[in-house]
């Protein structure tokens, strides 16, 4: 079993910036693909963004594109994403997400990912 937990999440103005971690419990935490989804309230959970084994490959989607990075630390077994130029739509409670995931380096969908952090709220003042 593997867990994950979020953090760096809070309240910040529009326009600003936060980084979100994710910690990840995997001895192997080199072998899972990674990725961020988000939920605002009333909707369903949507991709923000994912990583490969390595960190060389991302993908990202196109309303936080040039605005969000992603990257990963296989030493320390932690995710990050990097959030600048903030608006209200990016309030949301973000999760974090890991998958063995065979034959795969970049998922961009929430069913094919077996681990989930409790999520981390974001919450931009406009």
Not at 22 to 44: D, N, V
């Amino acid at each position: 079993q593997v867990e994950l937990e979020e953090s760096g999440g809070g309240l910040v103005q529009a326009g600003g910036a936060l980084t979100l971690s994710c910690k990840s419990s995997a001895p192997l935490f080199h072998r899972y693909i990674m990725a961020w989804f988000r939920q605002a309230p009333g909707k369903e959970r949507a991709f923000v963004a994912a990583i490969d084994r390595d960190g060389g490959g991302q993908s990202y989607a196109d309303s936080v594109k040039g605005r969000f990075t992603i990257s990963r630390d296989n030493g320390e077994r932690v995710m990050y994403l990097q959030m600048k130029s903030l608006t209200a739509a990016d309030t949301a409670v973000y999760y974090c997400t890991s998958d063995w995931a065979p034959g795969k380096d970049i998922v961009e969908t929430p069913a094919d990912y077996k681990y989930w952090g409790r999520g981390t709220q974001v919450t931009v003042s406009s």
